[in-house]
């Protein structure tokens, strides 16, 4: 900065006014001091400028699966509103591994970020990490799973009630036999469709066999494989709903495999409403989650914390809506039982013939 100095020929408090923006420069003298800059190629580092500020202009975000589809639209309005508002996202992927979230938690907290937008991994407790973070003046916001013992704030989607919804559709369809394949349990949005799925059971009368709620990992592999134990029960479920619409894409595979005919035989409610939801064969229906407003509304609630809101943790849930496409259909009559009624029909019109040919 002082060579910025003396070859644009202004003061180094000039030349510190131009680069951070904190005070009026006259035009002629700013164009001094950028023409100075571009011939000598400076580039301002932001690890200097971190510790001379206590933080950077840096926001962590921490993911549990780069690969899963439904993350990156999150992840894309995080970034937006990060970046119009003069900060950029640094991202991490910690493989659903408790471990490696804890490696790049602390090794992230020497790079003195503005702050953190966490989706937990499995098993994942950040209660110390995120003090130590608050204490060195970056916020914490968890978003789309609560991990355990947490009180910060938090960003999530509707998932019961988009459970309940969907489980619900298939019980007006004339389904009875329903199962589901759930993530896994220890992750709050995984209990929480399964809570749905069990609110929708129960109110409309009806038992789940316990071996029709199968728990998995959020993945096709996964699916495919619970899918596979569901469709050789006797008799097997007439109707599945997906933790998730990876999950999803393996039953479809499971059932093709199977030999049967999704929704003639089997019907299938899955849970992100990806774009690939529109592209398989039939199209499969989905709980929509919307994945950008949960990254925007996780990063503006962030900066809010950064710029210094006091205010106390808020538990922000977003709406969710039920997508129906091609996958479902009403049961083959063959696979439920007839009402009550129409069985005391079929057998009082037998005695009565019987008793016309006697």
């Not at 970034?79 to 408790?98: I, K, M, P, Q």
């Not at 950008?292 to 809101?309: D, H, I, N």
């Amino acid at each position: 900065m002082k060579e910025i100095a003396a070859k644009a020929g202004v003061s180094l408090g000039t030349v510190s006014h131009v680069l951070n923006s904190s005070a009026n420069v006259r035009d002629p003298l700013r164009q001094r001091v950028l023409d100075a800059v571009a011939a000598l190629g400076y580039q301002p580092s932001e690890l200097a400028r971190g510790l001379r500020r206590e933080k950077t202009s840096m926001i962590g975000m921490i993911i549990p699966d780069v690969t899963n589809p439904f993350f990156p639209a999150v992840i894309r309005g995080a970034e937006d509103v990060a970046f119009s508002n003069g900060y950029r996202l640094v991202l991490c992927n910690t493989d659903n591994d408790h471990g490696k979230e804890i490696a790049h938690l602390n090794e992230l907290r020497t790079y003195r970020p503005a702050g953190l937008i966490v989706i937990p991994s499995n098993f994942s407790d950040l209660t110390a990490q995120a003090e130590s973070y608050r204490k060195a003046g970056s916020a914490v916001v968890c978003i789309d799973r609560m991990p355990l013992n947490w009180s910060g704030d938090t960003v999530t989607v509707a998932n019961e009630e988009g459970a309940y919804r969907a489980t619900r559709h298939l019980i007006q369809l004339g389904h009875r036999r329903l199962a589901t394949i759930t993530g896994p349990l220890h992750l709050t949005n995984a209990q929480q469709r399964l809570a749905g799925f069990k609110r929708a059971v129960r109110q409309a009368g009806l038992t789940v066999n316990p071996e029709c709620v199968q728990e998995t990992t959020f993945d096709k592999l996964g699916g495919h494989a619970k899918a596979s134990i569901l469709l050789r029960m006797l008799p097997r479920p007439t109707a599945i709903f997906a933790g998730n619409d990876m999950i999803a894409l393996g039953v479809l595979l499971a059932v093709r495999e199977s030999g049967l005919q999704c929704p003639e035989e089997v019907s299938l409610i899955g849970f992100d409403d990806l774009d690939i939801a529109e592209m398989t064969n039939p199209q499969l229906s989905s709980v929509y989650q919307p994945g950008y407003q949960l990254g925007a509304t996780a990063a503006r609630l962030l900066l809010e914390r950064v710029a210094g809101s006091n205010s106390p943790a808020r538990h922000m849930v977003l709406e969710t809506e039920l997508k129906i496409r091609q996958s479902v259909a009403p049961p083959p009559e063959s696979a439920e039982p007839a009402p009550s009624s129409a069985r005391t029909g079929r057998k009082r019109g037998s005695k009565d013939a019987a008793r016309a040919r006697a």
